[in-house]
């Protein structure tokens, strides 16, 4: 007796199911003159070796900063303290414009860190390249530049009484460079989404 729902033969074309392992890549080899020239790239490390010496530094710095600043807690005034403490703070921005520099500098143009689910593993390390270290290494100076110019506001007070360190002059610049470089930032946020637009379509035309 024929069956009334027949079972229909397999394909061999659908037998390979999406889940099944992507082997492996193989290894190019590459002959002498290019594997020279990208061996090159080693040739950054003793740079971030000395990014990461100048953090040292920097951690030093922090140190001498925080302890003049508990030494003389019953003798500042409050002005003094907010500039010593904006100094902290000049120094932080500063580690961390290094940190962003030596970890994102070293995954994109020497080799992969390889630290894909470490607890510690920064957000924005898993799709960092060229162009986000760009407009994040912009933000980051701007954010330094913003420290320097309120440091330069709150001492530009007393530039009437004339014991201040800076002057009209040296106020404005400052104003005019700090404008500057957020421009500049913009700038290169705007060309970085314009880039990625035009890939985008580019990819979307030959999709179809």
Same mark, same amino acid.
């Given at each position: 007796?024929r069956?009334a729902?027949?079972?229909? $033969?397999s394909?061999?074309?659908m037998?390979?199911t999406?889940d099944a392992?992507?082997p492996p890549?193989?290894?190019?080899? /590459?002959r002498?003159?290019p594997?020279?020239? %990208?061996? &090159?790239?080693?040739l950054? =490390?003793?740079l971030?070796?000395? =990014? ?7 951690v030093?710095? %922090?140190?001498?900063e925080?302890?003049?600043? %508990? !030494?003389? !807690? *019953?003798? *500042? ?5 907010? /500039?010593? +403490? =904006?100094g /902290?703070?000049?120094?932080?921005m500063i580690?961390n414009l290094l940190?962003?520099?030596? +970890?994102?500098g070293?995954?994109? *143009?020497?080799?992969?860190?390889? /630290?894909?689910? @470490?607890?510690?593993e920064?957000?924005w390390?898993?799709?960092v390249? $060229? &162009? ?7 933000? $980051?100076?701007i954010g330094? &530049? ?5 440091r330069? *506001? ?8 004339g014991? &201040?360190n ?6 404005m610049?400052?104003?005019?460079i700090?404008? +500057? %470089? ?6 290169? #946020?705007v060309v970085?989404?314009?880039?990625n637009a035009a890939i985008?379509? #580019?990819k979307?035309?030959?999709? @179809?």
């Open positions: 007796m069956s729902n027949p079972i229909p $033969a394909n061999p074309q037998s390979v999406s392992p992507v890549k193989q290894r190019v080899e /590459l002498p003159i594997m020279l020239i %990208f061996g &090159s790239r080693w950054q =490390l003793p971030y070796v000395g =990014l990461i010496i100048a953090q040292g530094v920097y030093v710095l %922090f140190l001498k925080l302890w003049h600043l %508990f !030494a003389h !807690a *019953f003798d *500042f005034s409050e002005q003094q303290i907010m /500039l010593a +403490v =904006l /902290l703070i000049d120094v932080v580690s940190v962003m520099v030596i +970890v994102g070293y995954e994109t *143009f020497v080799s992969r860190l390889n /630290l894909q689910g @470490h607890p510690d920064p957000e390390l898993s799709h390249n $060229a &162009s986000v270290l760009k407009i994040k290494l912009a933000m $980051a100076i330094i &530049s913003s420290i320097h110019l309120l330069t *506001f709150i001492e530009a007070g007393a530039l009437s009484s014991k &201040s800076y002057t009209e002059t040296g106020v610049w400052q104003t005019i700090h404008t +500057v %470089f957020i421009l500049s930032a913009i700038g290169i #946020a970085d989404k314009l880039s985008e379509e #580019a979307q035309s030959a999709g @179809h």
